[in-house]
C-alpha cells in the first residue's frame, strides 16, 4: 500500500471536487430533449471529442493488466494498444454514415441499413455484455485501486465508485460524461508519463533499459507455436476485435455522435488515435521496466499485477503520488461512466422508445436517468460478489471480445461496402456468430471435461478462433445474400457507397482538409515505427 501523506489527499480531493463541479455546471445546462441528453446537444468540439474516446477506452484495470503483462510476457499484448489507425478508420470511414443518418445508436444503424430485428439483437446482446462485463470489471478494478493505493476497504472502495460515477453520469448525461472525460485524460496521461520518466532514470536510461530487459521482453512477434500470442494471431485477431470496438461500439461511437458536424467528428477521432498512441509507452513499458528492476534487486514485486503500483509506491515522490493515483482514479472513473451513459442511451432509445414510440423528449430523458440508476444499483448489487472475480475468470472476460466481435464487425463492415448484403444475412450473421462464440467459452471454460472433437474445438488459440469465427461470418453474409432477395437501394440510401449520392460525396469530400490527412499519416507512421522497432533484437 502506498503511505498517502496530506499533500497526496489535497491532490485527490482536487480531483474530486473538479469533477463533481463539472457535473453540477452540465446539469444546469439545457437537457430538455434526448439529443440534449444522450448527445450534449450534438454541439461537443474535437478535442473533447477525442480525449473522451480515449478515456473511455483507458480503465483502471487496463493500465494495471497491461503492466502486469508486460511484467511477465513482455511488450506482446502492445498489438492492442497499436490499434490507433482502427481510430482513423472510424473517423474516415465510418463516420461520414453514422454522421448523415442523424442516428443515436449503433443498433438504430443497423435497424436502417438491414432491419428491426437486427437492432433488437445487437442492443439486447450490447446491454447484456456490458453489464456482465464492463461495469463488473470497472467496479471490481476501482475497489482494486483503492484498496492498493490509500488503503481503503475493499468493500468501501467499490462502493465510492459506483456511487460518485453514478452520480456525475445520472445528473449530466452524455455532456458530463465527455467533460469530465477531457480531465480525466490529462491527468491520467500526465501521472503516467510521471512514472514512466521515473522508472526510466532509475534503471540508467533507454539503452539501459533496452540491454537489461533483452530482446524477449521488448519483442511484438513471439513464435508462431507461441501458446497464449502466436505473432499470426497477434497480427490479425486484434484488427478484427479493434475493427468492432473502435467502429462499431456504442461505448466508443457515443462520444462522436456528439460532434457538431462531420468535420469535427472526424478532427476528433485524429486527436484520440495520437492520445492511443501512448498507452505502449506509458503502461506497457513501465511494466517491462518493473520486471528490469525487480530482476535487478531494485525492486520488490510480488505480483505481475502489482508492477504498475509498486513502481508508484517506490519511485514516486510523496505529492506525485496524489497526482498519479488521481489519473488511476480517472482511469477507472472514466470507463465505468461511458458503461452507464451508453447502457442507458441505448436501453432508452433501442428498447423504451421502441416499445413506446410517442414518448415525448422529456419522458425519454427521464427515462435515460433513471435506466442509469437501475446500472448504478446493479453495479452495487455486484459488489458482494467481486471477491469471486478470479484471476482466471478476468482472462476469460479479455478473452470473450474476440467471441463477440467477429459478427458485429463483419456485419458493419459488408454493410457499408456492399450494398447487396441485406437484412436476412445480417441477422442470420449475428446469431449463429453469436452462438459459435459463445459455444467456443463454453467449451473453453469445461475444457477438463472434454474429448476429442469438443476438446480440439475448446482448445484452438483464442486468437485463431477469433480469425477463424471472422471468416466464416463472412461467408455467412455473402452466401445467404446472394441466395435471397437483394435489399430495397431506395431504402438504403446514403448508408452504403454504392448507394450514397454524389451530392453527399461531395458534401463529405469538403471536409477533408490537408491538416487532417497529413496528421492521420504521422500517426501511421508511429504505428509502423514501433511495430518495426519492436520486432527482434535491439542490439
Not at 485527490?12 to 463541479?21: E, R
Not at 497464449?228 to 468492432?244: Q, R
Not at 467502429?247 to 462522436?256: E, G, S
Not at 496528421?519 to 519492436?534: E, H, K, N
Amino acid at each position: 500500500m502506498i503511505n498517502f501523506q496530506p499533500i497526496d489527499w489535497v491532490f485527490v480531493a482536487a480531483y474530486f471536487a473538479v469533477v463533481l463541479g463539472i457535473s453540477w455546471w452540465s446539469f444546469r445546462q439545457k437537457q430538455r430533449s434526448t439529443e440534449d441528453y444522450f448527445l450534449a446537444s450534438r454541439h461537443v468540439g474535437w478535442f473533447v471529442i477525442g480525449a473522451s474516446i480515449f478515456a473511455s477506452n483507458i480503465g483502471a484495470e487496463h493500465i494495471v493488466g497491461l503492466a502486469g503483462t508486460a511484467a511477465q510476457s513482455g511488450v506482446v499484448m502492445g498489438h492492442y494498444e497499436l490499434h490507433a489507425w482502427l481510430v482513423l478508420v472510424l473517423g474516415w470511414v465510418f463516420i461520414p454514415f453514422y454522421m448523415r443518418s442523424r442516428v443515436f445508436t449503433m443498433p438504430e444503424f443497423l435497424e436502417l441499413r438491414y432491419a428491426p430485428q437486427a437492432r433488437w439483437f445487437l442492443s439486447v446482446i450490447t446491454l447484456i455484455a456490458y453489464v456482465f462485463t464492463k461495469i463488473c470489471v470497472n467496479v471490481y478494478a476501482g475497489a482494486v485501486v483503492f484498496q492498493t493505493l490509500m488503503g481503503i476497504d475493499f468493500w468501501t472502495g467499490a462502493l465510492i465508485v459506483v456511487v460518485l460515477t453514478g452520480i456525475y453520469t445520472v445528473l449530466g448525461g452524455l455532456r458530463a460524461v465527455v467533460y469530465t472525460e477531457a480531465l480525466q485524460t490529462i491527468v491520467l496521461v500526465a501521472g503516467s508519463v510521471i512514472v514512466s520518466v521515473a522508472g526510466l532514470i532509475k534503471i540508467g536510461g533507454w539503452s539501459a533499459f533496452v540491454r537489461a530487459a533483452g530482446a524477449d521482453h521488448l519483442n511484438l512477434f513471439l513464435p508462431a507455436n507461441h501458446p497464449e500470442f502466436p505473432w499470426p494471431g497477434m497480427v490479425f485477431a486484434p484488427p478484427i476485435v479493434g475493427l468492432w470496438y473502435w467502429c462499431t461500439d456504442q461505448y466508443i461511437v457515443q462520444r462522436a455522435l456528439a460532434a457538431k458536424n462531420e468535420r469535427t467528428a472526424r478532427r476528433g477521432t485524429i486527436f484520440a488515435a495520437f492520445l492511443k498512441l501512448t498507452p505502449f509507452y506509458i503502461f506497457i513499458l513501465p511494466g517491462v521496466m518493473a520486471y528490469v528492476m525487480a530482476k535487478s534487486g531494485q525492486l520488490q514485486l510480488a505480483s505481475a499485477d502489482q508492477a504498475f503500483p509498486t513502481m508508484v509506491a517506490t519511485l514516486i515522490p510523496i505529492g506525485l503520488r496524489g497526482l498519479v493515483a488521481g489519473g488511476l482514479l480517472a482511469a477507472l472513473m472514466s470507463s465505468l461512466a461511458s458503461c452507464f451513459n451508453s447502457s442507458s442511451t441505448l436501453f432508452t432509445m433501442d428498447i423504451y422508445k421502441k416499445f413506446k414510440p410517442q414518448s415525448t423528449e422529456r419522458e425519454l430523458v427521464r427515462v435515460g436517468r433513471i435506466a442509469t440508476g437501475v446500472l448504478v444499483l446493479s453495479g452495487l448489487a455486484w459488489i458482494p460478489l467481486m471477491k469471486l472475480i478470479s484471476s482466471q475468470l478476468y482472462h476469460y472476460l479479455q478473452s470473450v471480445q474476440a467471441y463477440i466481435a467477429p459478427p458485429i464487425a463483419a456485419v458493419f463492415l459488408l454493410g457499408i461496402f456492399w450494398k447487396r448484403i441485406n437484412g436476412k444475412a445480417a441477422l442470420a450473421t449475428l446469431v449463429s456468430g453469436f452462438v459459435l462464440g459463445m459455444a467456443r467459452l463454453v467449451a473453453e471454460l469445461n475444457k477438463a471435461h472434454l474429448g476429442g472433437a469438443l476438446y480440439s474445438f475448446a482448445n484452438v488459440n483464442f486468437l485463431y478462433f477469433c480469425i477463424i469465427l471472422f471468416v466464416v461470418c463472412i461467408a455467412v453474409l455473402i452466401v445467404v445474400s446472394l441466395l435471397t432477395k437483394a435489399p430495397d437501394y431506395e431504402k438504403i440510401k446514403g448508408l452504403t457507397y454504392a448507394t450514397t449520392v454524389a451530392e453527399d460525396k461531395a458534401a463529405s469530400r469538403k471536409t477533408w482538409g490537408w491538416k487532417e490527412v497529413v496528421l492521420s499519416l504521422v500517426v501511421l507512421g508511429v504505428v509502423a515505427f514501433s511495430l518495426i522497432y519492436f520486432s527482434g533484437p535491439k542490439g
